[in-house]
């Protein structure tokens, strides 16, 4: 009965587009307003065009390295200056590094925004880097490695295999870092990265919220736009995958892990600028196979079947990104089912679906939940300011975001299948299975 | 009875090294030379010390390119006249890349040197690269590598295995390039190349034969002593490998393959200046494991024993590099016998001879040929000639290549036994299967 009701909402909802506009700068800022007057907040974001793929070679860490050291002083703020600023004005902030992209926000009453435009336009050229905070950030960032991937079993099985999935491509970098890299960056590394890659004309400017576009354009032109563009901003070519021709499997094990599973990426492409089909069907793919609640196809034949073999099992996919990605596919086994059997039936669940396509039943499921969470993702003014950031900070219009929810509307079975069979292609795929021993061999 | 010979005669021979003199032009050109007056005949090679690792990020092959393009003309020579004149002379020319060096080399009467030195010495820094030349060749090159590898399944499971196999170290990266890549090397990639890497100081000049070291020094005065050493010439680091913590397996099917086998390469530490110890001990234990003849442990166990499974069984190691390189394995299975069972039976070979050390009579042996090898070495001019460049481009010193034979000499069956240990560790391996079609699931 719920899911009748809303699909019915769902057909009366206009497909309307949230209020956006855009513009850039001489310098050649970017600049994206979102409007939501409903309360007197902001969100101030700014995405810069670099990430751990963009790094020289040898100096994996860098670009999360120098993310943290953003929040160190300028000519005219003081090292803690930033965020203790933004945190009396009631504000927060924060930061995040991703492959292919660094990004900067600061959430604050929209009466704050020109303060926070004065400073993040500040920290964008003339950030002061102290030998004091190089080695004090580098001991915590050490730290977090070690916390966070090397004392998790988990962790460093991602690790290595994204290092084996990308034969040539920079994705094979871990955004933290390699640890003996790490230990060795210095202040002329994360220089060298930050001259090279901030500048107004490789940044987006996000501000969703109680604004209008008038005022973002006068206060930006004010703060951002005296800043000179760099002329050492290329497109962004990185080395590109070779044709993967073989599958590739890696154990790891360790006694330290409790669950052993199995973790399968596919190279999986992704959402290019006026032409997204293909990442549209791999994202309902991922959503049929593994998606979340006990309907998916692996729920049903993994979980909850007749005969189960797993606790867990789920599919991922995300296309926004510059380059190839991956599509991954994770099974956890029931205690007493070995990871062959488990890794077994998920791929014969593949191959079913490969030979037999959807459920119309179960497309049109996926297809609501999809239009349902699109309706209420207009509703978070802070998901659009990262959805635009993102999407425009790995080279996606404005018009591609907008456009993605009709291209994933308009997905057919058919395109689903045929996704399936060219990315779901194990000559491109690894797989890893984490233990905590070593099984007999057989 | 032959053997028993041969080792009387080799007791009897002394350990004396060659007849080599080294020693360095102004700016910074090292020289050896290498007296041999048996024959009225001499050996030219320049090597540089850069090869496939060291090419920019996702330029790979154009050390090799430009390695082709140094036999085009430069200020002073017409395109093909440098190997034209050579053969004029009654001489011959080549020239060879590695992921760790360039060289070249001619092979002339003795009195022909200096036109040798005058010739290479010119295309050290006047090469011209014309854009005619870079078609021409390119599409030699993507030519060389569809023959050479895109033609042989086993050729691109090693380079799928090899980029699996160094997670983070340019020794991923094909000498030959990857296609995607060599379509793109243009002039500029290749002048780029040659400006940075070609300079006395970045080169070892070595001559071999009828020749006195004052007149080499002179001639090489003459020719290599004017040239401006290049200032972009720095220590050679590149990205290291981080912790490799979980076997990796690659599987390569294609229906070309003819004869299926294993093969298994593991990360192992490369010689090092003064300390060749453990390096020693590896080429001991390649030879021990799986060395040419029907004595090695593998022959033994996995040819020609009770239950023979394989048709064909090797251990390779070569540990003259800049870093870590590989130890590998290989072994063919008999008709009618599965990769799994071939591979599980070379596992309990290495298992066993960790477990009980080699035999005392097979390590005596093997000293003893490596002994004869050495001696015959010092017969073949040219093979010293390249064992002396080789060493010195990869940053060993002639103390250390002399001092090599005595090393391997020296090194005792638990040394053999803890490398074994140490580098036998599927932890930091990958095993790729080549099969001409899938085995069915187990």
Redesign the interface.
């Known amino acids: 009965m719920l899911r009748c009701t809303l699909a019915l909402f769902l057909m009366a909802a206009p497909a309307l587009a949230e209020e956006v506009t855009t513009f850039a700068l001489d310098n050649g800022l970017e600049v994206v307003v979102i409007e939501d007057h409903r309360a007197p907040v902001v969100t101030q974001m700014v995405w810069y065009r670099t990430g751990a793929a963009d790094e020289a ?2 100096k ?1 860490g860098i670009a999360h390295f120098l993310e943290h050291l953003m929040f160190k002083g300028t000519d005219t703020l003081a090292p803690g200056e930033f965020s203790a600023t933004v945190e009396a004005q009631g504000g927060d902030d924060n930061a995040f590094t991703s492959w292919d992209y660094t990004a900067y926000f600061q959430r604050v009453a929209a009466d704050r925004l020109d303060l926070m435009m004065q400073l993040e336009s500040d920290r964008m050229r003339n950030l002061n880097i102290l030998e004091d905070d190089i080695i004090t950030e580098r001991a915590v960032l050490i730290e977090e490695r070690k916390q966070r991937t090397d004392s998790s079993p988990a962790a ?2 991602q690790e ?2 994204r ?2 999935q990308f ?2 491509h ?1 994705y ?2 871990p955004i933290i870092g ?4 790490m230990e060795a960056l210095d202040r002329e590394d994360a220089l060298d990265h930050y001259k090279r890659f901030y500048a107004p004309n490789n940044a987006i400017l996000v501000v969703a919220g109680d604004v209008t576009p008038d005022a973002v354009r006068a206060m930006a032109e004010t703060h951002y736009g005296p800043l000179a563009p760099s002329d050492a901003i290329t497109d962004r ?4 995958e ?12 360790d006694p330290r892990v409790s669950e052993p599973y199995v973790l399968r990426t596919y190279l999986a492409p992704e959402r290019d600028p006026g032409d997204q089909e293909q990442a549209a069907a791999l994202t309902l793919l991922a959503e049929l196979l593994g998606g979340s609640g006990q309907t998916s196809l692996f729920a049903q034949g993994l979980q909850f079947g007749a005969d189960p073999v797993a606790v867990y099992a789920s599919a991922y996919y995300s296309g926004t990104a510059v380059d190839d990605g991956t599509f991954g596919l994770v099974v956890v086994p029931m205690p007493g089912v070995d990871l ?1 059997t488990a890794e ?1 039936a998920m791929d014969d669940i593949i191959a079913d679906f490969i030979e037999t396509g959807p459920d119309a039943d179960d497309l049109a499921r996926i297809k609501t939940q999809i239009r349902a969470s699109e309706i209420y993702a207009r509703d978070n003014v802070d998901g659009l300011a990262r959805r635009y950031g993102e999407a425009l900070a790995v080279g996606l219009s404005v018009q591609d975001v907008q456009d993605w929810p009709a291209v994933l509307e308009a997905v057919t079975a058919e395109q689903i299948v045929e996704a399936a069979r060219q990315v779901l292609n194990r ?1 491109r795929a690894v797989t ?1 299975w984490l233990m905590p021993e070593a099984e007999a ?2």
């Not at 070779?242 to 890696?250: L, N, S, V």
Request: aromatic share 2%.
């Open positions: 070679p040898g994996s460093l099985l290595q295999m290092a084996a034969l040539n920079p094979r970098i390699w640890l003996h890299e070519l990185r080395p590109a070779p044709p993967q021709i073989a599958e590739r499997r890696i154990t790891l094990t062959a077994a000559d890893g061999a057989e």
